[in-house]
């Protein structure tokens, strides 16, 4: 019979416990107003195929980085079938609504406008290891 390292219900910290994401609290993360304006800006961007996805694999999960190369797969083939060249959009950002469901947690719908029409991106970031990070985005 193998004896225990140590006794049992007490926790010794792992790798994961310092070196894995630490969540932050709202205290030691920046304005999240500026991450938002840029984020959907380069969300928007990368849609039209006016900017490379792998700009924003810093700014967000694993989960919304593959979400979003899905969509940009789909923006790029109805581009392929109309015949019509990527583009940088002429956008502006408009009202933007911001919540906090819970410390550390920023959920906002930022409206972006440009001449054809108006979109709302749904934008919910996570603060990991003092830095905003987006969990997800949907552009709707």
């Known amino acids: 019979m193998n004896p225990l390292p140590h006794p049992p219900g007490v926790h010794l910290p792992v790798d994961e416990d310092y070196f894995g994401v630490q969540h932050s609290s709202r205290g030691d993360l920046p304005d999240p107003e500026p991450l938002l304006v840029n984020l959907t800006r380069c969300v928007i961007e990368v849609l039209a195929g006016a900017r490379e996805l792998d700009q ?26 109309k015949g019509q060249q990527p583009h940088r959009p002429s956008i502006t950002i408009g009202r933007m609504s911001i919540s906090e469901p819970s410390d550390g947690v920023i959920e906002a719908v930022v409206m972006v406008h440009s001449k054809a029409r108006s979109r709302a991106v749904a934008l919910r970031l996570e603060g990991m290891d003092n830095r ?7 552009v709707l």
């Open 56 to 81: 924003l694999a810093r700014w967000v999960s694993d989960d919304v980085y593959r979400h979003l190369l899905k969509r940009t797969v789909l923006s790029a083939r109805a581009r392929a079938v």
């Open 132 to 138: 905003w990070r987006a969990s997800a985005i949907h």
